[in-house]
């Protein structure tokens, strides 16, 4: 039979109210923390999670909303907040939405209804709408890689726009004119951003802007197998194509290696995030490098202060920057033969 609160209470011979106030996280006398642990450790004790959340109004459990589980961007970086919240004593309920806003409105009163202390998500909706419920009960929301236009929540994400910016103006720095974009669809927040970066290095080079060498759609592998496929068999192709995404990225290398386009001999690309793809493909990518292990951190961070009731007058965004790593993958149209 599992031990219970009276066992300690019997076993030290302190009040209940003492060793409650222990199992609740307060401070008691150091004689008093020493034998309750070691009553703990003699009669095998476990703390009752449900118990102890419907006598504090905590649970110590998370609810993490992401759009996709096979996201490799999205697993890492929850992957980092785990390891984080597991560290302060926080389990998480992790809800894939599918890309689907119904079901992130529906995880979200899953959520709630589980009684989580604080919610991270990585948004599918343009609208903050279904997180009005988590404000009105105000429980915590920290937005990660995501901002939302029509009201400012908790965030921490990238300058997508100068990630962008900086990957093509270094294409324009090496010769190249005809440079493409394979992104995602205008209702994703990243997207959004990344292609205004795109647009803003093409007009301060005063260069044309083909809306051929646009190829929006869904942030997977297969929309950049299509769309570079597609890039390649124009009669006019670019000769460089900037890919705004990790799975984005998977796909147009598959492509690529499968019709036999060698780059940068045949077409010159920049991928987007440093994960294992850079280890495995030759020659290696030009790739922008989004700051994982801090996303992950400050995110953590601001949701663990917003439990513990540090909340600052407004809300907090935090912005960070990504770097460009230099690769083989881009020729130097620059330099004249």
């Known amino acids: 039979m599992a031990a219970t609160i009276r066992d300690i209470k ?3 011979g302190l009040s209940l109210a003492t060793v409650s106030k222990y199992l609740n996280g307060g401070n008691v006398l150091p004689e008093n923390r020493l034998a309750i642990e070691h009553a703990i450790e003699v009669l095998h004790y476990e703390v009752n999670e449900v118990a102890r959340g419907l006598a504090t109004n905590k649970t110590k459990t998370v609810g993490v909303l992401i759009e996709r ?3 490799i961007f999205a697993g890492t970086v929850i992957s980092e907040i785990e390891d984080i919240l597991r560290a302060h004593d926080y389990g998480t309920i992790v809800c894939d939405c599918r890309g689907d806003e119904k079901l992130e409105e529906e995880s979200i009163k899953f959520l709630l209804g589980k009684r989580v202390d604080g919610i991270l998500t990585i948004p599918t909706s343009r609208s903050s709408k279904y997180l009005q419920a988590a404000s009105d009960r105000e429980v915590p929301v920290v937005l990660v890689d995501r901002a939302f236009e029509d009201r400012d929540w908790d965030s921490v994400l990238v300058d997508n726009t100068a990630a962008s910016y900086e990957a093509v103006k270094s294409l324009i720095q090496r010769g190249h004119r005809k440079i493409a974009i394979i992104c995602g669809e205008d209702k994703f927040y990243t997207a959004r951003m990344r292609l205004q970066g795109y647009f803003k290095a093409m007009e301060e080079a005063d260069l044309p802007i083909y809306p051929r060498y646009i190829k929006r759609g869904r942030l997977e592998v297969e929309h950049g197998y299509h769309s570079i496929t597609e890039l390649l068999k124009m009669e006019d192709s670019p000769t460089a194509v900037f890919l705004s995404n990790y799975e984005i990225t998977l796909g147009a290398v598959i492509a690529l290696n499968e019709k036999g386009v060698r780059f940068p001999d045949d077409i010159s690309i920049i991928g987007f995030d440093n ?37 600052p007058e407004t809300t907090e965004k935090i912005t960070l920057k990504t770097s460009l790593l230099p690769g083989d993958s881009v020729a130097d149209l620059s330099i004249k033969p």
């Open 275 to 311: 994960m294992m793809l850079s280890q495995v493909v030759k020659p290696n990518l030009w790739m922008v490098v989004q700051p994982m292990q801090e996303i992950a951190r400050h995110a953590a961070q601001m949701l663990l202060d917003r439990m513990a009731g540090r909340v």
């Open 10 to 12: 019997k076993m030290t």
């Open 69 to 71: 589980f096979d996201n």
